[in-house]
C-alpha cells in the first residue's frame, strides 16, 4: 500500500476530498494512511481514544479470527474537526471493512458478534459495515460507489475526504502502545455528580 500522510483540516474543518491546486489528480480521498499514524492524528480527546481503542479492539476480534487480508475506509464525524463544527465530542467511529476472502472461507472464520451491528457499536464504538472483495466485479462497484457517495458526503450534502487503513495486524501492537501513551499525558475527564464508582466516560 502506498501510504500519505493525513491532510490538514481545509476551511470546512473536514478533510479535503481533493487537491485543490490538481483536482483531478489521484491525491484524493480516500487517503492510505497507516494505522499508526491513524491513532496519532486523532488521539487528541479522551473521547476520541476511547473510540480508537475500540476501534483497535474491533480489528483484534477480525484478527483472532483469522481475518487480516483487506482494508477499512474510516469516516463519520470521528474525521471530522466536529468539536469545532457542531461543539461536541464524536460518539464512534464509521468503517467500512472490505474484507479479501482468498480461500472461500470467510463465512466460517468471520466473528459472530461481529455481525451484530448495533453490540459492535456499543462495544467496540465502531458503526461498522462489511463488503466481500471477491464479490462479482458488478456488484463490488456497486457497492464500493455507495460507500464512497455516502461516506464523501457530510448530511449537509458537503463535500469531504475520509481515510484508508489496511486490515493488515503488523502495525496494531505498536499503534495501541501508541495510544496508551497518549492515554497518560492526558486528563480524565470529570465523572458527573452522582456517578457510580469505576465511572467512565
Keep these: 500500500m502506498s501510504q500519505v500522510p493525513i491532510p490538514a483540516w481545509n476551511a470546512m474543518q473536514v478533510l479535503p476530498p ?8 489521484q491525491d484524493r480521498s480516500p487517503y492510505e494512511v497507516s494505522l499508526l499514524s491513524f491513532v496519532v492524528r486523532f488521539a487528541t480527546s479522551w473521547q476520541r ?3 480508537l481503542r475500540g476501534f483497535l479492539g474491533f480489528r483484534a476480534t477480525l484478527h483472532r479470527a483469522g481475518i487480516t487480508l483487506g482494508f477499512q475506509w ?3 464525524s470521528f474525521s471530522e474537526n466536529v468539536e469545532v463544527l457542531e461543539a461536541r ?3 464512534d467511529v464509521d468503517v467500512v471493512s472490505f474484507l479479501d476472502d482468498p480461500d ?10 461481529l455481525a451484530d ?3 459492535v457499536k456499543k462495544t467496540f464504538l465502531v458503526d461498522g459495515y462489511w463488503v466481500e472483495t471477491t464479490l462479482p466485479g458488478r456488484n463490488l462497484v456497486t457497492l464500493s460507489a455507495y460507500w464512497y457517495s455516502l461516506w464523501a458526503h457530510r448530511r449537509n450534502s458537503q463535500w469531504k475526504g475520509f481515510l484508508q487503513v489496511d486490515l493488515d495486524p503488523a502495525e496494531d501492537a505498536d499503534a495501541l502502545a501508541e495510544l496508551t501513551q497518549i492515554e497518560a499525558g492526558l486528563v480524565r475527564p470529570t465523572p458527573p455528580a452522582g456517578a457510580p464508582q469505576g465511572w467512565q466516560s
Design 18 to 25: 481533493v487537491n485543490d491546486v490538481d483536482p483531478v489528480s
Design 49 to 51: 481514544c476511547k473510540i
Design 74 to 76: 474510516v469516516d463519520g
Design 89 to 91: 465530542n464524536p460518539g
Design 104 to 113: 472461500g472461507d470467510l463465512g466460517q472464520k468471520f466473528p459472530g458478534d
Design 117 to 119: 451491528h448495533d453490540g
